[in-house]
T-cell receptor, first 114, second 115 residues
Framework: GNSVTQMEGPVTLSEEAFLTINCTYT??????LFWYVQYPGEGLQLLLK?????DKGSNKGFEATYRKETTSFHLEKGSVQVSDSAVYFC?????????????FGTGTLLAVQP | DTGVSQDPRHKITKRGQNVTFRCDPI?????LYWYRQTLGQGPEFLTYFQNEAQLEKSRLLSDRFSAERPKGSFSTLEIQRTEQGDSAMYLC?????????????FGPGTRLTVL
């Protein structure tokens, strides 16, 4: 079945460092791909999405490109801030006749130090 | 702006008791989802409604779990004869009526602790 694998955390960075969180997926067909973020004490929020190959999703300085050839959707940010500290989840939906349900990775905790 | 709301936010119960959670989706969102999230894991899909019809249930949803969405608006998730393994955060999400894949908007969750 469909699945998502993302790098384990925690990831600890200094402010203004470059961030990459790796995400790869397994799916038949053409799923949509998402990054959700969960800030401390808050609910899941959509960060960005991409619905077809080579699409780039971007929001709040974060970017991810849908790479069908490598089945990846890595999250990047050029300069992280302390306020980016949160848990980041990669997810997919659709593809291969599946419903609209989201399939999540296990999450990656990002801690940004001043 | 009212997002997805869930009630209660926290529930502590004793093993063997029944519990019921409520989810109010964003107005006019016809799709509603329930997920379960345990510590250190991503959310896992439980069930999906389109309007009042329950269209998919995960194998995670044992016969002790039942979900309803009687008028296509709010939804309830009931767990009968709770077990300690049911302790988790229960998340509700909704998405709008549209073709294709749409983003899901999540509520704050109900944290269940079974003693």
């Amino acid at each position: 079945g469909n699945s998502v694998t993302q790098m384990e955390g925690p990831v600890t960075l200094s402010e203004e460092a470059f961030l990459t969180i790796n995400c790869t997926y397994t799916a038949t067909g053409y799923p949509s791909l998402f990054w959700y973020v969960q800030y401390p004490g808050e609910g899941l929020q959509l960060l960005l999405k991409a619905t077809k190959a080579d699409d780039k999703g971007s929001n709040k300085g974060f970017e991810a490109t849908y790479r069908k050839e490598t089945t990846s959707f890595h999250l990047e940010k050029g300069s992280v801030q302390v306020s980016d500290s949160a848990v980041y989840f990669c997810a997919l939906s659709g593809g291969g006749g599946a419903t609209n349900k989201l399939i999540f990775g296990t999450g990656t905790l990002l801690a940004v130090q001043p | 702006d009212t997002g997805v709301s869930q009630d209660p936010r926290h529930k502590i119960t004793k093993r063997g008791q029944n519990v019921t959670f409520r989810c109010d989706p964003i107005s006019e969102h016809n799709r509603l989802y329930w997920y379960r999230q345990t510590l250190g894991q991503g959310p896992e899909f439980l069930t999906y409604f389109q309007n009042e019809a329950q269209l998919e249930k995960s194998r995670l949803l044992s016969d002790r779990f039942s979900a309803e969405r009687p008028k296509g608006s709010f939804s309830t998730l009931e767990i009968q004869r709770t077990e300690q393994g049911d302790s988790a955060m229960y998340l509700c999400a909704s998405s709008p009526r549209a073709e294709g894949i749409n983003e899901q908007f999540f509520g704050p969750g109900t944290r269940l602790t079974v003693l």
